[in-house]
């Protein structure tokens, strides 16, 4: 079993930054990839940035490419996700994930889930 916890969330005007971060406990050894997903009311969750544990492989998704970064270290079992030039469409509950699976990283199958953290980007 491998526990996430995520931090970082929090009010931040249009233009500004915020990173999150997630840490995990448990079985971490079988960590194979991290991702962050997000899920603003009434629409689906967006699988946001995803990377390997080597993290030379990541994965942007096209609204956030270019001003989100994804990072992981391995020896503190985290993840975060250093978010810039944010929007009020960023608004939502960001999710940490991780997978045990060894597929491409948008293929992964998403097996812990973190219990989330608002970010909100005021206009």
């Known amino acids: 079993q491998v526990v996430l916890v995520e931090s970082g969330g929090g009010l931040v005007q249009t233009g500004g930054s915020l990173r999150l971060s997630c840490a995990a406990s448990?079985?971490?050894?079988?960590?194979?990839?991290m991702g962050w997903f997000r899920q603003a009311p009434g629409k689906e969750r967006e699988y946001v940035a995803g990377?390997?544990?080597?993290?030379?492989?990541?994965y942007y998704s096209d609204s956030v490419k270019g001003r989100f970064a994804i990072s992981r270290d391995n020896a503190k079992n985290t993840a975060s996700l250093q978010m810039n030039s944010l929007k009020p469409e960023d608004t939502a509950v960001y999710y940490c994930?991780?997978?045990?699976?060894?597929?491409?990283?948008?293929?992964?199958?998403?097996?812990?889930w973190g219990q989330g953290t608002q970010v909100t980007v005021s206009s």
């Open positions: 994930a991780a997978s045990e699976g060894s597929d491409s990283l948008q293929q992964l199958p998403w097996d812990y």
């Open positions: 448990g079985r971490t050894f079988s960590i194979f990839a």
């Open positions: 990377i390997k544990r080597s993290g030379a492989s990541t």
